[in-house]
């Protein structure tokens, strides 16, 4: 079982990370779901500036969190629930900005079959999160996240970007990953992880709010 986790804050703190009357505090928000889409209540949202102060959140009903007023800067964002494994993620904030929208989570029953573990197989456990989203994610977004994959595949830097399905959905799941010799992947999974395909993607592309890649 996978999980995205996003945030709807159920506890927020004071401001994190500090910033000047001409910057504009960031946020992150997003859903926590598991395979099948489903949102996850309870799941613990902790993002760790790098002055080592701590802001968490706990995702509502529907598996929703979101945490305002963060300074801009670097962050490790934590991600955590009972019959997960723990999962970090390395973002850096605007100012404005709402930057980061979700991360997977791993079960362990489903050891290697699950996609984050086959991910991480595939770019290393130190590969740089271009992205975590529920689909539909907005253009902007994408292309975000896209010049994200991009410019990491060009610094030869391992990179994955996830798109994960909504409840209902015929397949899993999309994205775009890259290990260290830069070379860009499409990456389909199907619904309940039990399928994991990898084409190369020398030219991506967002077309309809999906990746692809130029013939």
Wanted: overall charge neutral.
């Amino acid at each position: 079982m996978i999980a995205v986790f996003s945030v709807a804050a159920s506890l927020l703190f004071g401001s994190l990370g500090g910033w000047t009357p001409f910057q504009r505090p960031a946020s992150i928000a997003g859903v926590v779901t598991d395979a099948t889409g489903r949102g996850l209540p309870g799941a613990n949202i902790t993002i760790i500036s790098k002055d080592g102060e701590r802001r968490t959140t706990v995702t509502d009903f529907a598996g929703q969190y979101r945490i305002d007023e963060i300074g801009p800067g670097g962050y490790t964002v934590e991600a955590s629930m009972v019959g997960f494994d723990t999962r970090t993620a390395k973002i850096e904030l605007t100012s404005g900005g709402h930057d980061w929208n979700g991360a997977l989570l791993v079960a362990p029953p489903f050891g290697e079959m699950s996609i984050e573990r086959q991910v991480v197989r595939v770019i290393g456990s130190d590969a740089a999160d271009c992205g975590r989203y529920i689909a539909p994610a907005s253009d902007d977004a994408l292309q975000r996240a896209l010049s994200c994959a991009i410019g990491f595949a060009k610094a030869r830097r391992s990179f994955s970007v996830i798109i994960q399905s909504p409840a209902g959905g015929t397949y899993g799941g999309e994205g775009l990953l890259a290990g260290p010799d830069g070379v860009i992947h499409l990456l389909q999974y199907g619904r309940g992880e039990m399928s994991f395909r990898l084409e190369p993607c020398l030219s991506p592309r967002v077309n309809r709010l999906h990746f692809g890649c130029h013939p």
